[in-house]
């Protein structure tokens, strides 16, 4: 089994989707900090599609716990975030900053509240509560879904800046501390207690954060694959249907 959980509507082939807004028609509405009707270790492959920055701290460290309970031994997981680190950067260097700003905060709660974002992640934030919970064999992951997870900047200094934080990671043993004792933890302790109990429970994180810098040329490169990908997608298409109106154009001759 494959979940693609939360995004509306864009559900990949071969996916159940998992919304809490029965509006999108999903296969299972349900909230993904409580997956009761999903069996241990029973599920595949989970896509979360900017769905955890919708989420308030810890209630996603809670999702996250239920995605590790649910996934088989190395199952995959496919999270996309906004870039909180790249957002941050662009807000203050004046370049973006309010279309930043909006992307960073969810500006689409007017219209429905579960579009509002409550909280955000660097890679590094990521990374870290997914190591403490088993997962590890972390890479970046190119979406083939047509949601948030190709998301991209306007034009910044003649280019344009994919803000999607696609991180791929493989649940390879198990947490390194009780998922159920992590979140009375986090529960019962403020943010700037977060880091000491990812310290104390893991000294070392299986990647680190890259620096700003680094992180803009990337997800520059990583649009600009995206743009390509949609380019190759739309001619296919008009491939298609030229060699649609030929075949049509030589029935019609020799009929």
């Not at 998992?18 to 009761?36: A, K, R, S, Y």
Request: aromatic letters at 10%; one cysteine or more.
């Amino acid at each position: 089994m494959k979940l693609y959980v939360g995004s509306r509507d864009y559900k990949p082939e071969g996916f159940l989707s998992v919304d809490i807004d029965p509006q999108w028609n999903p296969d299972i509405v349900g909230d993904i900090t409580h997956l009761d009707n999903i069996q241990d270790e029973s599920v595949d492959e989970i896509i979360a599609s900017h769905v955890l920055e919708h989420l308030a701290w810890p209630d996603s460290f809670v999702a996250l716990c239920e995605f590790q309970r649910i996934l088989k031994p190395e199952g995959v997981l496919q999270i996309a975030i906004p870039d909180a680190g790249l957002l941050a950067e662009l807000i203050s260097s004046k370049k973006s900053s309010w279309h930043s700003m909006g992307l960073l905060f969810g500006v689409g709660r007017i219209f429905n509240k579960f579009e509002a974002h409550q909280f955000s992640y660097t890679l590094g934030m990521m990374t870290d509560l997914l190591n403490l919970l088993g997962f590890s064999e972390f890479e970046h992951w190119n979406s083939d879904v047509s949601d948030a997870s190709n998301g991209w900047q306007p034009i910044i200094d003649g280019a344009r800046i994919a803000i999607s934080l696609n991180i791929k990671s493989k649940k390879v043993r198990a947490p390194l501390v009780s998922p159920a004792e992590l979140k009375i933890q986090f529960r019962n302790s403020m943010l700037s207690a977060v880091e000491e109990i990812i310290q104390r429970a893991a000294q070392n994180s299986d990647i680190q954060e890259e620096g700003n810098s680094s992180r803009i040329l990337f997800q520059s490169l990583h649009f600009q694959l995206i743009d390509a990908r949609q380019r190759i997608k739309y001619l296919e298409q008009q491939k298609s249907s030229s060699l649609a109106l030929f075949y049509q154009a030589l029935k019609k001759l020799f009929s």
